[in-house]
């Protein structure tokens, strides 16, 4: 009884939390119409590890609330990753990009040992992506287009889903990945804040 309220509570926040993840991310986009601090090589490599973590739990048929956040993250990583080409001014690129995530996404399905391969590589390209964004934001020393907020979220969902995978199959890749990305979560969101204070100092 415990148990299940535990899950279901951890499955609800960790749905609502990641229901408006990206939309302070996107907002703050939109408004300075700058993509500086965010590392679009770090966006490509996060939105490859949720098609494939999403692949992955949808093949073994793995229960749906255990993962029903990541397609609501691919949406937004989608819109957040058009909204930065477009204010690069390469919005034409957008089509190349989704013929490759969609090819991706269907060649995954068609052995069980590719799928598998490449769950194995997704905790490496999901945790790339995040020394990615750490990178540009050393580079940058700047965090005033990143939202703090994000990274915040990005860090309470992935703690939760450590325990609902505990809780739930227990799939040791799966464990890895959350533990791996819980920690360079929280490595980037201290990052930012460091950089915002030091901004507001500078002011």
């Known amino acids: ?29 939109t408004r300075t119409k700058s993509p500086k601090g965010i590392s679009v090589r770090g966006l490509i490599l996060e939105l490859s ?16 609330a255990t993962y029903l956040e990541y397609p609501i ?24 990009y989704s013929l ?25 390209v999901s ?8 990178q540009c934001l050393w580079q940058t020393k700047d965090a005033g287009q990143v939202s703090a907020f994000t990274w ?11 325990l609902t995978t505990v809780l739930t199959s227990g799939d040791l890749k799966v464990l890895l990945r959350f533990v791996v990305m819980t920690t360079l979560n929280g490595w980037v969101l201290a990052t930012v804040v460091f950089y915002k204070q030091n901004g507001q100092k500078l002011k």
């Open 1 to 29: 009884m415990a148990r299940e309220w535990l899950l279901d509570s951890l499955n609800l926040s960790t749905l609502l939390a990641c229901t408006v993840l990206k939309l302070p991310q996107i907002a703050l986009l």
């Open 152 to 162: 915040a979220m990005s860090t309470y969902t992935c703690m939760a889903r450590i």
């Open 73 to 96: 993250l691919i949406a937004q990583d989608t819109v957040l990753f058009l909204l930065i080409l477009h204010y690069n001014g390469n919005l034409r690129q957008s089509l190349i």
């Open 100 to 124: 490759i995530f969609v090819g991706g996404s269907q060649l995954l399905m068609l052995k069980s040992w590719i799928i598998d391969s490449a769950m194995s590589l997704c905790t490496f």
């Open 49 to 64: 590890g949720y098609i494939v973590f999403t692949t992955y739990e949808m093949y073994h048929e793995y229960p749906f």
């Open 127 to 134: 945790a790339s992506s995040r020394f990615a964004q750490l």
